[in-house]
């Protein structure tokens, strides 16, 4: 097995008192290093994410759970932790891995380290290893099983610790999208006057994607991920939200949902999870990324305007679609719907990765990167501006 241990380097962490840690790769590649954050032991899908800041974000986002993220920027946890820019009630990521932890935060909104809040919430981390060799690794092998040890787990045997990483669950055919959704619905009111009202499927949504449509007169309807289509008719509502969410799309019951909803005409608006599902209840199939897209700078086109918008993305699956013209809904000829045309309305400047789906014949489209924005960028906020005027059509047709 390939052990890599890192050079002696006068780092902040060399003056805080760590135990050793390591992380174990499926195929063999070993890091050494020392704890941050809880000790113990984790398992999940090493994946990296590129974004220079925005971590408190990335981590309580619920789309990373099972997945042990590895920073690509070697200084992390120098702005702190606050209680404003949590996007859901938790930490979700597996495990925690950096190069250069801060020693001291230095924010004014800062109210606690970032190594504090991993240690209570139970995240077990790893600091002082070669992230770039790391991220070069997984880039060229792809994102893989991976544990992260430490304290007296890190003692055992390598052969030990690489049976415990095969023996851990993949992320293919993995369902986890109803382990971090709401278990009860509530609403978000919309701000000043009411506008619509939208029935948001909790597939593991962050709280500035409700927030930005109350902000456009929104009433929003937060429901869990087992919602029927009875329980969205209920409300009455004038569109239907898909939201981000990690794991699998082709485990996801809530297709057959989305096909309703579709046929029932109305109003659909997808992000990430939700464009990966529409994807698929529109007869696509959808595939898994080699290494994904997880970052706030990834560039994406949108075909119709030529425009570049610098995006928020965290997904390891895509959809398989043609990015070419139109294509009739090929869910169509299997379950005798009538979805229509449909086309490829958003590509990733990076690898040609469907990014976007729009329907020509029914109300419906999606992105699969991050237009709420948190922690940024803000270009694709429009977005939510074009799912209100879908819904302000809609209501004008049918008046």
Not at 219 to 246: C, R
Not at 267 to 272: M, T, V
Not at 343 to 368: K, M, T, W, Y
């Amino acid at each position: 097995m390939n052990d890599t241990t890192p050079a002696t380097t006068k780092r902040a962490s060399a003056f805080v008192s760590r135990e050793p840690a390591c992380l174990v790769l499926e195929d063999g590649r070993i890091f050494r290093g020392r704890s941050y954050g809880a000790i113990g032991t984790t398992f999940g899908e090493a994946v990296f994410s590129t974004g220079m800041s925005g971590y408190q974000e990335t981590l309580t986002d619920p789309s990373y759970h099972k997945q042990v993220v590895v920073m690509t920027a070697p200084h992390v946890g120098n702005t702190g932790m606050n209680d404003e820019d949590y996007e859901s009630g938790k930490i979700w990521v597996a495990g925690y891995v950096v190069r250069d932890p801060a020693i001291r935060p230095s924010n004014w909104r800062s109210v606690r380290t970032l190594e504090d809040d991993l240690a209570e919430q139970g995240i077990v981390g790893i600091c002082d290893i070669d992230t770039r060799a790391l991220t070069r690794h997984l880039r060229e092998r792809g994102a893989m099983r991976v544990g992260v040890f430490s304290g007296a787990d890190a003692a055992n045997s390598d052969a030990d610790l690489l049976d415990a990483v095969k023996n851990a669950p993949q992320m293919e055919g993995s369902e986890l999208a109803s382990e971090v959704a709401t278990k009860e619905a509530y609403v978000v009111e919309a701000k000043g006057e009411k506008k619509f009202t939208v029935a948001a499927v909790d597939l593991g949504i962050k709280s500035n994607t409700p927030r930005m449509m109350s902000e456009r007169g929104i009433e929003v309807h937060v429901l869990p991920a087992t919602v029927a289509l009875d329980d969205i008719t209920a409300i009455n509502p004038d569109g239907v939200f898909f939201s981000n969410g990690p794991g699998d799309p082709a485990t996801a019951p809530q297709v057959e949902l989305l096909r309703d909803v579709l046929a029932a005409g109305i109003p659909y608006f997808g992000i990430c999870f939700g464009n990966q599902l529409l994807g698929r209840a529109l007869g696509f199939g959808t595939y898994k990324l080699k290494y994904g897209h997880r970052g706030i700078n990834v560039p994406v086109l949108d075909k119709a305007s030529g425009t570049v918008e610098i995006t928020a993305q965290n997904h390891g699956f895509a959809v398989d679609a043609p990015i070419e013209g139109s294509t009739q809904a090929p869910s169509d000829a299997e379950h005798g719907t009538s979805f229509g045309r449909v086309e490829v309305s958003h590509v990733c400047l990076n690898d040609d990765v469907v990014e976007g789906l729009r329907c020509l014949d029914i109300p419906a489209f999606s992105v699969q990167y991050h237009p709420e924005a948190a922690a940024g960028p803000h270009d694709a906020a429009y977005l939510f501006d074009r799912f209100v005027e879908m819904m302000n059509d809609n209501q004008k047709v049918n008046a």
